[in-house]
């Protein structure tokens, strides 16, 4: 059986050679398909109508190897990966194929903690998931809003997978897991205001599911190609928000956003001491890398060299410098 490992992911494994500036602490895999995935998400190289290449997600290769010759490597000591995430394509008969991979990991006594990012599916099999040793799943919105789900992910990309079929499938995952042991994305950039996206993370806040936040990243071939980036000081704004609502020192009702038409839904007010922000900024920590433990996904959304959106590694003092300077009108 055959199956991707991301580039980073790879090296680590030493079945690459590559300089790498920021090593992955996430074993990152995804699903091989020689066929296009049945989803159509607008801005995944792997979607049904993407002429984008197939070893693409997001910017980062995923050469493909034999599934036995990864495990191999997986058991082997001193390779400074905590955790695995297997990443899922839709495809033909792809759940009992996931099912194959993640029971091969059980057999080989695999003791990494392991993550399946997946479409929505049933309670079955979740359960087989969590019996076969998944100890987190992650099921993706990526989009703040139903309206904007629709449109980048939903109806109107001729998905049978609705906002509200995502929802169930996320309570039915917190029924087999358990609170905090579920995940979902969501990406900044395809159309959402700060406001909406601050509902969304104090939503899911509540139902006590861990959001990854991840900065649009336009690849070649896919029907977003060409859309922008997010602003990077709007991306700042809601890392720090995100923090502050985790954290319990702020939430969507204390947060005050602007109603001036240049500026709508911006955040205003953080609802927290300029001090405490201060303080909580030089710590560096609202911009790591967020999602499940251990997961630093290594310039996912920026080549090196490049302002970082989610930094992978611990902040240096210049680093919380610029960070600082980003978000110096925000407070």
Partial sequence: M????SIGTAAVLGLEKILL??????????????????????????????SGRKDALSR??????????IIEQLAKQGTGLKRICIQTVRYE????????????????????????????????????????????VGISFDCATPEIYNEIKGKKRGSDISWEMMEKSIQDAMEIFGKRFVSTHLIIGLGETEKEAI????????????????????????????????????YRRIQLARYLINAGKTSFSK??????????????DFGVIK????????YGKPFRTSGCPHCNRPYYNESPGKDL??????LTEEDIAVVRKSLIDSF
């Fill in 309 to 314: 959106y989610n930094f992978p590694f611990e």
């Fill in 93 to 136: 008969n792809s759940t009992e194929d996931l099912l194959e991979i993640i029971e091969q990991f059980s057999e080989n006594k695999i003791s990494t903690p392991l993550t399946v990012c997946c479409y929505p599916t049933t309670k079955e099999i979740f359960s087989k998931m969590k019996n076969f040793g998944v100890s987190r």
């Fill in 199 to 234: 509902q969304f993370l104090q939503k899911f806040h509540d139902l006590n599911i861990t959001v990854g936040l991840f900065a649009f990243t336009p690849v070649k071939g896919t029907t977003l190609e060409k859309h922008p980036q997010p602003d990077i000081e709007s």
């Fill in 255 to 268: 947060i005050t956003f602007s109603s001036r038409d240049e500026q709508r839904d911006q955040i205003l």
């Fill in 60 to 69: 980062i290769l995923w050469p493909v190897y034999e599934l036995d010759i």
């Fill in 275 to 282: 001090e405490e922000i201060e303080q909580i900024i030089s």
């Fill in 2 to 5: 055959k199956i991707r490992a």
């Fill in 21 to 50: 500036q920021a090593k992955p602490t996430t074993a990152y895999l995804l699903m091989y398909s020689d066929t296009n995935c049945l989803s159509n998400c607008s801005f995944c190289p792997q979607a049904k109508e993407s």
